[in-house]
């Protein structure tokens, strides 16, 4: 059974985007290898729904050792792009406070397709529930040249330095 998309793709302008790597380090704490996020093309909070996107290079730090002369990339790693952007949403506009945003769990995750590296994801979050101040829920989908690679649900919860 098909997936219905999240959003519909071929509204995107890539050359146009909202947030930039900088406006998004401005917000998110990744660094380094951990980053996993490029630019932010959407941003509608009326449906609490974010786009984005991660160039995925032939230099990422999983190529030498996931599935060496055949990198596919990993899926933890593909949930984290998709973290890291509900997480950027989540941080950007306050959804629930706290110091950090942290994984509280993840439901119904299935990868549809393997993504190589030299591809550009696609990412969609769509927050479907918040407790205020305790946490998030979203439905994420990542695309790859238009086709659905994988989808799930995601719980972000508040994390406090203290």
Known sequence: MATEPL??????DFTKPLYSIDDIRAVNPQRFEMEQLTA???VDQSQHLIVGYKDVSDKEFWISGHMPGFPLMPGVVQCEC????????????????????????????????????????????KVTRVMA?????????GYVE???????????????RE
């Open 40 to 42: 932010i093309l959407h």
């Open 82 to 125: 998709a973290a890291q952007l509900g997480g950027f949403y989540a941080r950007k506009f306050d959804l629930i406070g706290g110091d950090y945003l942290g994984f509280g769990g993840m439901d119904a995750v299935r990868f549809r397709k393997p993504i190589f590296p030299n591809s550009r994801l696609v990412l969609v979050a």
């Open 146 to 160: 238009g086709d659905l690679m994988f989808e799930g649900q995601m719980l972000g919860v508040t994390v406090n």
């Open 133 to 141: 101040r305790r946490l998030a829920q979203f439905n994420f989908q």
């Open 7 to 12: 959003f519909d793709l071929k509204a995107l």
